[in-house]
C-alpha cells in the first residue's frame, strides 16, 4: 500500500464542517439532506428514510440498461428467442449486485469517491491505470448512448443531428440544476420509462409457461457453442457490470452524504435497482423473441431502430413505439449517468471539486468534463458511415473485458481493514467477488480465442 494505517484517515461524513472550519454552500446542501435523514430515522418512520436514501443504487443498475444493453439483450431474444439467456441474465444481475454492493460499502466507510481511494492506496501507476480503463469504457459507451438516442429518434422520422442534439442539450441541461438531490430525482424519475419495454413485450403475447420454465429449469441452449454465442454471453455481461458503474455509484454514494448507518438501505437500494433492472432487460429479450420465432435475421440491421420497425408486424404500432421510446430513454439516462462517472472521476484524480451541489463556476472542471465527453460522443456518432450496430454490440463485449482489472482493485480495497475497518468484506464477499472475476476472465479468454482462431467454432 502507498500509505499506511497511521497516515491514512478517512475523511468525515459529508454532511460535517470542513477541515478548515469552513462550511461551503455544497457541504450546507449536503448538511441539509442529513438532517432530513436524522429526522426520518428518529421517528422511525423506515419508508420515508427509504425514499431518502434511494438513489445511487437505482440510478447505477437502469442507467446501465443502457442503448448498447437494450440491444444487446434485443439481438439475443433475435437469435436465440425465450431460453438459455433469460435466467442467465438473471445471473447477470446477481453478479451486478454483488459488485454494486461492495462499492456502497466502500463509499460509505470512507467518504472517498473511488479513483481517490485508488490513487492513494495503490499509488499513481494504478490510479492513472484505473483512470484509463474508466475513460477509454465510457467514451465508448457514451457513443453508443447516442447511437440508442439517434435510433429511436429515426423511428419517428426526426432526423439523426436533431435527435442527438436534443439529447446533448437533456444531459448538459441536466448540469444546471447545482443540486444532487433534485439531479438524482429528476434523473431517477426519466429512469422510470425504461420499463417501458414491460408493455412493450406483453404486445408479443409471450407464452408464460415457457418463460417459467426457462427461469426453472435454465432451458439447454439450441445450436450449440458458437462464436455467436459467445459474443452474446459477453455482451450480456457487459450489459450488467461495467467499471462506471463502480465509480458512478461510489461516488454518488458520497455526494449524497451515505454514511455506514444507511448501509441497510444502500443495499435494499441496490437491489431494487437491480429486480427493477433485470425486468426491463428480459422483457426486451421478449419483446424481440418474434424476430427468432419468424427467422428474422438481424445480423442486417444497422442500428436499434431496424428493431422496432422489424417489430411492429409483431407488436403493432403502440408496441414497436414503446420500445423505440424505451431506445431513446436507455440512451438518454445513461449519458447523464455516465458523463457523471467521468466527471467525478476527472475531479478526484486532479484533487478539484466535484459535486453536483457545486456552482458551475466552483466546479468548471467537473461539469466540464462531463459536458465535453457528451459532446465529443455525439458528434462521432454522426461520421457518416459508421456501423453502429456492429459498434453497439462491441462496446459491451470491450466493457466485459475491461470489468476484470477494474473488480480485482474493487476488492482489494474493500479487504483493506485500515479504510474499511468491520465493513471489511467477508469470506463469503471475497468468494463471490474472485468467482466473479474468475469467470470474466475464462468468458474474455474464450472471446479471444475465437478471435485469434475463427474457425474453431461454427458461425
Known amino acids: 500500500m502507498s500509505q499506511s494505517a497511521s497516515s491514512f484517515a478517512p475523511l468525515p461524513p459529508a454532511s460535517l464542517p470542513r477541515a478548515e472550519g469552513r462550511l461551503s454552500h455544497e457541504d450546507i446542501l449536503r448538511a441539509e439532506d442529513r438532517r432530513k435523514v436524522l429526522k426520518e430515522r428518529t421517528a422511525r418512520h423506515w419508508f ?47 453478479m451486478a449486485f454483488a459488485v454494486q454492493e461492495m462499492t456502497v460499502r466502500l463509499g460509505a466507510a470512507t467518504h472517498r469517491g473511488h479513483a481517490e481511494l485508488i490513487f492513494e492506496r495503490f499509488g499513481p501507476f494504478w490510479g492513472y491505470f484505473a483512470m484509463g480503463d474508466l475513460v477509454f469504457g465510457n467514451v465508448l459507451t457514451l457513443v453508443t448512448e447516442f447511437i440508442a438516442i439517434q435510433a429511436g429518434g429515426l423511428y419517428f422520422g426526426v432526423p439523426a443531428v436533431v435527435s442527438v442534439a436534443i439529447g446533448v442539450a437533456l444531459v448538459v441541461e441536466s448540469r444546471a440544476f447545482r443540486r444532487y438531490a433534485t439531479w438524482e430525482r429528476t434523473v431517477m424519475a426519466l429512469a422510470v420509462f425504461n420499463l417501458l419495454f414491460i408493455p412493450a413485450a406483453l404486445f408479443a403475447h409471450p407464452d408464460g409457461a415457457a418463460l417459467v420454465h426457462a427461469i426453472g429449469t435454465w432451458s439447454p441452449l439450441k445450436g450449440g457453442v458458437t462464436a455467436a454465442f459467445v459474443t452474446l454471453i459477453l455482451a450480456n455481461i457487459g450489459a450488467t457490470v461495467t467499471p462506471w458503474m463502480i465509480f458512478f455509484q461510489q461516488s454518488a454514494v458520497v455526494d449524497k452524504g451515505l454514511t455506514t448507518a444507511d448501509l441497510g438501505e444502500g443495499r435494499l437500494d441496490t437491489a431494487i435497482g437491480a429486480v427493477l433492472a433485470a425486468i426491463a432487460a428480459i422483457a426486451t429479450l421478449v419483446a424481440a423473441a418474434p424476430l427468432f420465432e419468424n427467422n428474422v435475421d438481424v445480423s442486417k440491421f444497422a442500428s436499434g431502430a431496424d428493431f422496432a420497425t422489424a417489430l411492429q408486424p409483431y407488436l403493432g404500432s403502440v408496441g414497436a413505439t414503446l420500445f423505440a421510446l424505451g431506445m431513446i430513454e436507455a440512451g438518454v439516462v445513461a449519458a447523464m449517468t455516465i458523463s457523471a462517472s467521468s466527471a467525478y472521476a476527472m475531479g478526484e484524480t486532479a484533487r478539484e471539486r466535484h459535486s453536483l451541489n457545486l456552482d458551475i463556476s466552483q466546479g468548471w472542471l467537473f461539469y466540464g468534463a462531463a459536458i465535453a465527453s457528451t459532446v465529443v460522443a455525439a458528434a462521432i456518432v454522426l461520421i457518416p458511415g459508421a456501423p453502429l450496430l456492429a459498434m453497439t454490440l462491441t462496446v459491451n463485449v470491450i466493457a466485459t473485458l475491461l470489468m476484470a482489472p477494474a473488480l480485482l482493485l474493487l476488492l482489494l480495497l474493500v479487504n483493506d481493514r485500515e479504510i474499511m475497518g468491520a465493513h471489511a468484506n467477508t469470506w463469503r464477499a471475497n468468494i463471490v467477488g474472485g468467482a466473479i472475476i474468475v469467470a470474466l476472465v475464462l468468458v474474455g479468454a474464450a472471446y479471444g480465442v475465437i478471435t485469434v482462431f475463427p474457425g474453431i467454432l461454427g458461425q
Not at 63 to 90: C, K, Q, R, W
Request: glycine share 14%; aromatic share 14%.
Open 48 to 94: 420515508r428514510l427509504l425514499w431518502l436514501l434511494t438513489g445511487p443504487g437505482v440510478l447505477v443498475m437502469l442507467g446501465e440498461n443502457d442503448g448498447p444493453s437494450m440491444v444487446s439483450y434485443a439481438t439475443t431474444g433475435a437469435t436465440y428467442g425465450v431460453g438459455f439467456f433469460v435466467p442467465f441474465i438473471l445471473l447477470t444481475f446477481l
